[in-house]
């Protein structure tokens, strides 16, 4: 034998449930929203003049590790993550001098990282105190 179970609705109380749930997903929208417009993305084009070093090279990978956001370095089809030392190696090992390269930058104050790096490739200036945001230093 089936027995039914009978659920007794209440018009205020579906009202108030369904006003929790919708203000809840709009305040998680609106927090949403504020955090995007924090978030830019520009590229740029970095001229390569001359050979980059290794100690330049870690001081942009010390960088990247540093920056709130995503940094990353394209040339053709090929695209490199700044965080990974030895693709950033090998990806400047095979440029020439006098190519460009285009940076990608993602996060919050972007040309702010992208004068940072811009710096340590065209003046070699590697000044961890002034330039990097982490507490440890490579040299």
Do not use: W
């Not at 995503?70 to 693709?87: C, L």
């Not at 940072?116 to 590697?126: D, K, M």
């Amino acid at each position: 034998m089936l027995y039914y179970k009978t659920i007794s609705f209440h018009p205020i109380q579906f009202f108030l449930n369904y006003f929790r749930v919708h203000m809840i997903k709009y305040k998680k929208y609106k927090g949403m929203v504020k955090e995007m417009k924090k978030i830019e993305s520009v590229s740029s084009i970095l001229p390569i003049n001359d050979t980059i070093t290794l100690k330049q090279l870690m001081c942009i990978s010390d960088y990247a590790k540093s920056y709130s956001g995503s940094i990353k370095i394209v040339r053709g089809r090929q695209e490199i993550n700044m965080t990974n030392i030895p693709a950033l190696t090998a990806f400047f090992l095979t440029i020439r001098k006098g190519s460009n390269v285009s940076i990608h930058v993602n996060g919050p104050n972007v040309q702010s990282a992208i004068n940072q790096i811009r710096e340590v490739c065209i003046s070699g200036n590697t000044d961890y105190v002034t330039f990097s945001n982490s507490k440890e230093s490579l040299i």
